[in-house]
């Protein structure tokens, strides 16, 4: 049977599968992955969610965090990957948005139809780029609920066609750079040819905080913070950085344990859903906070890993 990091490194279900697992009782520890229509795996085959899949389905598959059934605490989060961004335009600042993205482990795609403008965006790691007109580049581009759209060409007649190609599309986010004046002439020409008012609405533009930037830096600046705060508001769980997921690859040989915040009380660093894989090595991928309470936790872990306590553990 595969275990639930090779479920995880072969996921073909999108980003709505799901990740369940049981918090207490003569269950502890057990996992299912849902795949939206149902459980696509699970650690133990006659174990809780034998008898349970009806519920887990119908309580798991609309709620992300704790839930209960029949006495028993569940964990229940998204399986996606890093989110994506797609920056429509390689000038200044979109070239600085891209940095800043790569900075903060979006998975960067740049479109941009000038081939000296799209190398700049190659030399910088952008993951992706496409060197087309928008129409074309964008053709390539599916979206999901975790595809962020920043629009930021060099001119209202490339983001009118920007925009009316990509509000059709799955997306978390889309933001349009331009005066009030330009947004507003674009928006009334697509909602002239047809464009739905609802999602026009919900475009965020001019795009990014008023923090009165000025330079492209600052602008990229004002962008990032924008998308931050509109991922941030996703209840859907942290999900797992490049970092844990590429250590999952390179260190397949090992063992390893995975630490998620399940629940958080007070002040702290990071939200439910976050996560640190620990090797048996004593090395770590990514950080849940740092401190006194991670190096705990890498503490106990370590144990777990050598045989001298239990597991799992709720710390």
């Known amino acids: 049977m595969r275990t639930f990091f090779e479920q995880f490194i072969?996921?073909?279900?999108?980003?709505?599968?799901?990740?369940?697992?049981?918090?207490?009782?003569a269950h502890i520890g057990e996992r299912a992955v849902l795949s939206g229509n149902g459980?696509?795996?699970k650690s133990e085959e006659n174990g809780f969610f034998a008898p349970h899949e009806q519920q887990v389905l119908e309580k798991c598959g609309r709620k992300n965090g704790q839930v209960q059934i029949e006495?028993?605490?569940?964990?229940?989060?998204?399986?996606?990957?890093?989110?994506?961004m797609?920056?429509?335009?390689?000038?200044?600042?979109?070239?600085?948005?891209?940095?800043?993205?790569?900075?903060?482990?979006?998975?960067?795609?740049?479109?941009?139809?000038r081939p000296k403008f799209a190398e700049t965006a190659r030399s910088i790691g952008v993951q992706r780029v496409i060197c087309d007109s928008f129409e074309n580049g964008l053709k390539q581009i599916p979206g999901d609920k975790d595809t962020y759209f920043v629009i930021v060409t060099?001119?209202?007649r490339f983001d009118q066609t920007c925009l009316e190609i990509v509000m059709e599309k799955p997306h978390a986010y889309i933001g349009m750079m331009g005066s009030r004046r330009r947004v507003a002439q674009v928006k009334h020409s697509v909602l002239e040819n047809g464009a739905?008012?609802?999602?026009?609405?919900?475009?965020?533009?001019?795009?990014?905080?008023?923090?009165?930037?000025?330079?492209?830096?600052?602008?990229a600046i004002s962008i990032m913070a924008e998308i931050i705060q509109v991922k941030n508001q996703d209840k859907r769980g942290a999900g797992y950085s490049n970092e844990i997921r590429d250590a999952i690859v390179k260190c397949e040989d090992q063992k390893k344990i995975l630490a998620t915040i399940v629940e958080r009380k007070g002040s702290a660093p990071r939200s439910i859903g976050t996560k640190m894989?620990?090797?048996?090595?004593?090395?770590?991928?990514?950080?849940?906070?740092?401190?006194?309470?991670e190096a705990t936790i890498v503490s106990k872990a370590l144990l777990i890993l050598r045989g001298c306590a239990?597991?799992?553990?709720?710390?």
């Open 39 to 41: 459980i696509c795996w």
């Open 196 to 219: 739905d008012p609802q999602v026009i609405s919900q475009l965020h533009s001019p795009i990014g905080l008023d923090i009165k930037a000025e330079t492209p830096e600052e602008i």
């Open 310 to 315: 239990k597991a799992p553990q709720i710390v």
């Open 10 to 25: 072969q996921n073909t279900h999108g980003s709505d599968t799901k990740a369940v697992t049981v918090l207490d009782g």
């Open 86 to 113: 797609v920056i429509c335009g390689g000038g200044h600042v979109g070239i600085a948005v891209a940095r800043l993205a790569l900075m903060t482990e979006f998975d960067v795609t740049v479109l941009e139809d």
């Open 277 to 293: 894989l620990i090797m048996e090595d004593g090395r770590c991928a990514d950080t849940i906070g740092g401190g006194c309470i």
């Open 154 to 156: 060099r001119g209202h």
């Open 71 to 84: 006495g028993v605490r569940l964990f229940s989060e998204g399986m996606a990957y890093n989110k994506k």
